[in-house]
């Protein structure tokens, strides 16, 4: 007999997505359909901005989402990449595993698949997020992409600048009543990225993974240096071998420190669920122990939706 339900999910903005996935859970439903209930809430909240509406556009002012959704049961996968005039991304996702042959679909073609399959157009930035770009470009100039040699670019990784609402992906792992697991992310990727960057977040192994007989990871933080290790397939592998949710989490955390010592100020995190029901969670140091920007994770259970805080790792501990 399973444990659960239960939700896990990434930051402050976590709790109102584990609610909505909360509901969902209590009422008998999927852990597949309770991670894209979640996932909407925040996709379509213009105050969060860093997914969906509201999220900060790249370089040239247009907003590219990323989002994926992974169903244990079936261990099927959707995922779309650079998104535009889309306010639902994960939906879309799910659209691609559920519709289609296929499990990712970018960019333009992405966008003329989920018109034809119902979503509407959407002008997805808001007075808000239009303002900060245009602060962004006068200070830094419109990169010149087509030329770029990598020097010009200011992607905004700065730590100290990094405010808590600026650059977080909802990541949510969810398990069911039935003992299903599902995960999920979404996300308006970097600030200020260049026009076509994908990320993590839609990479299945990099952004989320969910294994049935195992448990479910996402991740959130530097996509750029996340997907170089498949951190969430990482994580749900340590827990195969044997170690509790949290101890896979802070694991993982080390091993991408271990490869890329170099290139953590903006830092990573990872959220993780087992088939079991128990959860953990572990974020690089630098880039999330600072003021304004804590990593904070949320989790819903019988209990009600709590958010948590840490912990936060580096290499210089065992
Ligand atoms: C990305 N992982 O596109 C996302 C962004 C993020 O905290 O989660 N930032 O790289």
């Known amino acids: 007999m399973a444990a ?82 889309i306010r639902r991304p994960i939906s879309v996702a799910r659209a691609v595993m559920e519709r289609t042959p296929h499990s990712m679909l970018v960019g333009g073609n992405a966008r003329r698949f989920a018109l ?32 770029f040699d990598g020097a010009g670019l200011d992607l905004g990784l700065d730590s100290e600048r990094m405010d808590e609402p600026s650059h977080d992906t909802i990541g949510l792992c969810a398990l069911d009543a039935g003992g299903r697991l599902a995960a999920g992310c979404t996300t308006s990727g970097l600030a ?20 049935q007989d195992v448990g479910a990871a996402a991740a959130t933080g530097n996509g750029d240096e996340i997907m170089k290790v498949c951190l969430s397939y990482r994580v749900v592998m340590l827990m195969e071998s044997g170690l509790s949710p949290q101890h896979a989490c802070e694991e993982a955390i080390r091993y991408l420190l271990r490869k890329r010592p170099e290139h953590q100020a903006h830092g990573a995190a990872c959220i993780a669920l087992s088939a079991a029901g128990e959860f953990g969670a572990a974020a690089t140091r630098e880039g999330f122990d600072a003021p304004g920007r804590q990593w904070l994770w949320a989790v819903g259970d019988a209990s009600g939706v709590t958010l948590h805080e840490g912990p936060t790792v580096t290499l210089d501990e065992p």
């Open 116 to 147: 034809a399959a119902g979503f509407e157009d959407a002008d997805l930035l808001t007075e808000e997020s239009r303002r900060r770009w245009r602060e962004w470009v006068a200070t830094h100039g419109m990169p010149d992409v087509a030329h």
């Open 192 to 211: 200020w990225k260049l026009p076509g960057r994908v990320g993590d977040s839609p990479i299945v192994g990099s952004g989320l993974y969910a294994d």
């Open 4 to 85: 659960g339900p239960v939700v896990v999910a990434t930051w402050r903005f976590g709790v109102p997505a584990c609610e909505a996935a909360w509901q969902v859970l209590a009422s008998g439903g999927s852990a597949l359909d309770a991670i894209e209930r979640g996932a909407n809430v925040t996709e379509e909240d213009p105050s969060v901005q860093s997914v969906g509406y509201g999220g900060l556009p790249n370089a040239e002012g247009v907003v590219e989402l990323d989002a994926a959704i992974m169903d244990g049961p079936t261990h099927g996968a959707g995922a779309v990449g650079g998104l535009t005039g």
